[in-house]
Antibody
Framework: EVLVLESGGGLVQPGGSLTLSCAAS????????TGWVRQAPGKGLEWVST????????FYADSVKGRFTISRDDSKNTLYLQMNSLRAEDTAVYYC?????WGQGTMVTVSS | EIVLTQSPGTLSLSPGERATLSCRAS???????LAWYQQKPGQAPRLLIY???SRAPGIPDRFSGSGSGTDFALTVSRLGPEDFAVYYC?????????FGQGTKLEIK
């Protein structure tokens, strides 16, 4: 079965850090660009970050640039998102997305 | 940054009718790198169309995408009850890979 499964979400205080993981299975993860999309409660979709299949290039939304880092470990078929200096406006469901393969999301809540 | 503007904000139609959703870009989308997604409440988005007009695997042929440059459209030829949802366009030609604000397709 083709799927991706996000984990690592939770409640964190403003200024804190969190690392999200996305485990892929059932397809050749290493040959695809992949990334993260988020959705704040009741809001639309916001692209966050993308990493190329080779891992050589990464791209970020202006809202997270300098605070978030995307990476991949193809030996583990896993995508990561290291999130630092978290703000209330980062509160959202974070989806891992590889072409037409999306996970169910992991919730990140930034609040004191 | 490329801004995508979707219209209308809400579209009210009956099952069996034809739906046409619009996505207009503030500048030309590179290589027609434009995707359409469907999202139902409590679910992850589902990719429908990529490359402006190519259907993703498993997507019924009643969904079609068209357009180029700055003007794109998603057409659902004959609405089924399962098609009522929110639809988003996204450009992935130039970073940042922006989304439109969405069009809600509701039952009339």
């Amino acid at each position: 079965e083709v799927l991706v499964l996000e984990s690592g979400g939770g409640l964190v205080q403003p200024g804190g850090s969190l690392t999200l993981s996305c485990a892929a299975s059932g397809f050749t993860f290493s040959t695809h660009a992949t990334g993260w999309v988020r959705q704040a409660p009741g809001k639309g979709l916001e692209w966050v970050s993308t990493i190329t299949s080779s891992g050589d290039s990464t791209f970020y939304a202006d809202s997270v640039k300098g605070r978030f880092t995307i990476s991949r470990d193809d030996s583990k078929n896993t995508l990561y998102l290291q999130m630092n200096s978290l703000r209330a406006e980062d509160t959202a469901v974070y989806y891992c997305a590889t072409f037409n393969i999306w996970g169910q999301g992991t919730m990140v809540t930034v609040s004191s | 940054e490329i801004v995508l503007t979707q219209s209308p904000g809400t579209l009210s139609l009956s099952p069996g009718e034809r739906a046409t959703l619009s996505c207009r870009a503030s500048q030309s989308v590179s290589s027609n790198s434009l995707a359409w997604y469907q999202q139902k409440p409590g679910q992850a988005p589902r990719l429908l169309i990529y490359g402006a007009s190519s259907r993703a695997p498993g997507i019924p042929d009643r969904f079609s995408g068209s357009g180029s440059g700055t003007d794109f459209a998603l057409t659902v030829s004959r609405l089924g009850p399962e098609d009522f949802a929110v639809y988003y366009c996204q450009q992935y030609g130039d970073s940042p890979y922006t989304f439109g604000q969405g069009t809600k397709l509701e039952i009339k």
